[in-house]
């Protein structure tokens, strides 16, 4: 059974850039056809798909964050990171990975989800 988990600080200050990682285990993120994604829900708004990191290592960036967004990933540690330059307030939600089979909005494993906080 696959599983995720987002790890990474919950507090950072404005104009910083957050970092995370979503460490899979029961998984491989070079499996053939998957996709893994970041996602983010600020509090009482929709679900927010930033991008992702495909199986091949091609990545793929919401248009609207890709300007601050890059995704990344450590085949030898199975893990995949989110980085998010130039934080502010708005950037406060808390943040998932997932995997996807490439059906859009369809996610079969999600991690529990991380709570980031954008403050001075």
């Known amino acids: 059974q696959v599983q995720l988990q987002e790890s990474g600080p919950g507090l950072v200050k404005p104009s910083q850039t957050l970092s995370l990682t979503c460490t899979v285990s029961g998984d491989s993120i070079t499996t053939d056809v998957s996709y893994w994604t970041w996602i983010r829900q600020p509090s009482g708004k929709t679900l927010e798909w930033m991008g992702a990191?495909?199986?091949?290592?091609?990545?793929y960036y919401n248009p609207s964050l890709k300007s601050r967004t890059a995704i990344s990933r450590d085949t030898s540690k199975n893990q995949f990171t989110l980085q998010l330059r130039s934080l502010t307030p708005e950037d406060k939600a808390v943040y998932y990975c997932?995997?996807?089979?490439?059906?859009?909005?369809?996610?079969?494993?999600w991690g529990q989800g991380t709570q980031v906080t954008v403050s001075a």
């Open positions: 990191i495909g199986y091949s290592s091609s990545t």
């Open positions: 997932a995997r996807s089979s490439g059906i859009p909005g369809e996610y079969d494993a």
